[in-house]
């Protein structure tokens, strides 16, 4: 039952992150039509698709276009091998191309970050808002080269928790997704104002979620007990 379970949460883990990647590309449309039927330059057509598919973003397309598309083309290829990179079978049965693997993804995941630390601190948001975008991206610079650190001195357990917080933090595009629409129409947000909070509750709900998670059994569940035990005397 167990395994059952957990199969489920890696099928909607992946699902996901899957959705994830096709929601990066929602500027296609948009950027087809505009180079292919209307003519116009690459850089033109490339702001025309975000214009058109993810107008929430337009107003980065004026002078931080490029870092824009090298931030969700870049992020969309570490999504897409995070699945991958969390396989234990890959790991165990392939290492060399886990590694290879793992190289690639955390390139991606760090290269994505960078771009987006400008994007954040020019977003039309809240200050407050603002900062929460920023210690996301940094986190999720920080966190990936921990891991790659204790990778390379070989100490694996450590390389493999903070493999899963990087991972947390990357699955925190998905989650962000999901809490501005919740946000927005539960909370009576605004744009702006909903991206704001989502961004504070998809870093730190994600990074709970994986700390009890990865220790519920050694360190979560025992306390636990201990805690309702005193409670019952």
Not at 18 to 44: K, Q, T
Not at 121 to 133: D, L, S, T, V, Y
């Amino acid at each position: 039952m167990k395994a059952r379970n957990q199969n489920r949460w890696w099928i909607l883990f992946c699902f996901f992150c899957g959705l994830n990647v096709l929601l990066v590309f929602r500027f296609a449309p948009g950027f087809i039509g505009a180079w292919f039927g209307e003519n116009e330059g690459l850089s033109n057509a490339l702001a025309r698709g975000v214009e058109r598919g993810m107008n929430e973003m337009a107003y980065h397309t004026t002078d931080r276009l490029n870092l824009l598309y090298l931030h969700m083309l870049i992020g969309g290829l570490a999504m897409a091998l995070l699945p991958l990179q969390l396989m234990t079978r890959l790991r165990l049965r392939k290492p060399g191309l886990h590694r290879w693997l793992g190289r690639v993804c955390v390139f991606g995941i760090v290269a994505s970050s960078v771009a987006s630390l400008p994007l954040a601190i020019n977003m039309e948001a809240p200050r407050w808002g603002q900062i929460g975008f920023t210690i996301s991206a940094l986190a999720w610079i920080a966190f990936p080269l921990i891991g790659v650190y204790f990778a390379v001195t070989q100490e694996f357990e450590r390389h493999r928790k903070w493999m899963l917080y990087a991972a947390a933090v990357t699955f925190g595009a998905v989650m962000l997704r999901l809490y501005i629409p919740i946000f927005r129409h539960g909370l009576n947000l605004s744009y702006d104002q909903a991206s704001s909070l989502a961004s504070y509750v998809s870093l730190l709900g994600n990074l709970l979620f994986m700390y009890l998670w990865s220790n519920w059994d050694n360190t979560v569940k025992p306390r636990l007990k201990t805690i309702l035990k005193k409670k019952a005397t």
